[in-house]
């Protein structure tokens, strides 16, 4: 099978029993940087020295079959340098073509920097979207923000420190001086901190120099009241591009909070008339 294992993201505390297990009895681990993965293992120390295959952005996809075939036969860790793989690390090429071949995917849960930072962020925790790293060109950087500008779910942003200031100035300009972001560094490690604000007011701190993994969360957009009218109009329109009824209905009860099942009986009744 293929164990996808979650890493600790800085603190080595972090590290589980299932893991350490993990890597004590694996033959063979697929790792994003290999020289990460043997210190990792000198760290927690760990005397197996399993096969490491070097497993990144830019050899996944011709590696993937040769470990999917790998695992056929035996069990493969695969390890990214910090947290769990496959989210915003190599390891995604690999269980879609486990997943194809029928070959067992599982995984030994553990750190993320994702969940932790929306958890301590204060923003809503209920829905919320992971986005990644943001387009380092800044026309391409604007263009995504602006797409986003509606999203009421929290979001969630990976962001290198070099361009943390200009994505915060860019966030202003595409959600507003209102929208709440907490930019979370350095988690689990000894410098950890979180900053909360308004996006001009944390672009002032970010200018004077940034170190570190960043996080950043920010608010969703705010419900806009929709009068029934207008969901109605929505609806139509969402059905006239080839959207099923129902599915119209869905989509657009879940952009406005109206209920799915009304829009469905308006909808029918306008048919009728």
């Not at 060109?137 to 979001?155: I, V, W, Y």
């Not at 290198?160 to 200009?166: E, G, V």
């Amino acid at each position: 099978m293929i164990i996808l294992a979650a890493t600790p993201i800085g603190n080595l505390g972090d590290a589980s029993r299932r893991l350490i297990e993990v890597l004590e009895n694996a033959e063979v681990v697929a790792a994003e940087d290999t020289r990460t993965t043997q210190r990792l293992l000198q760290a927690l120390q760990i005397a197996n020295r399993p096969r490491l295959i070097a497993l990144h952005d830019h050899n996944e996809k011709h590696k993937a079959a040769e470990l999917v075939a790998l695992a056929a036969e035996q069990d493969i860790v695969l390890v990214s340098d910090a947290g769990m793989p496959a989210v915003s690390d190599p390891g995604y090429g690999v269980v879609a073509a486990a997943v194809a071949a029928g070959v067992t995917v599982t995984a030994v849960p553990g750190p993320s920097a994702v969940l932790m930072a929306l958890a301590i962020s204060g923003l809503p925790t209920d829905r919320f979207t992971f986005e990644g790293f943001l387009p380092r060109k800044q026309g391409e950087r604007r263009s995504t923000l602006t797409a986003l500008a509606g999203e009421p779910r929290t979001m969630v942003f990976f962001e290198s420190p070099s361009r943390l200031a200009s994505s915060l100035a860019d966030m202003d300009g595409a959600f507003g001086p209102e929208r709440r972001i907490a930019v979370c560094r350095e988690l689990t490690k000894l410098y950890e901190e979180v900053r909360r604000g308004t996006a001009s007011e944390l672009v002032a701190w970010a200018e004077q120099g940034v170190k570190g993994e960043i996080v950043v969360v920010v608010e969703g957009a705010s419900p806009v009241e929709t009068t029934a009218e207008d969901a109605a109009a929505q609806v139509a329109a969402l059905v006239s591009s080839g959207v099923r009824l129902k599915d119209a209905c869905a989509e657009v009860a879940a952009a406005t909070g109206l209920s799915s099942r009304d829009l469905y009986q308006q909808a029918l009744a306008g048919r009728s008339r």
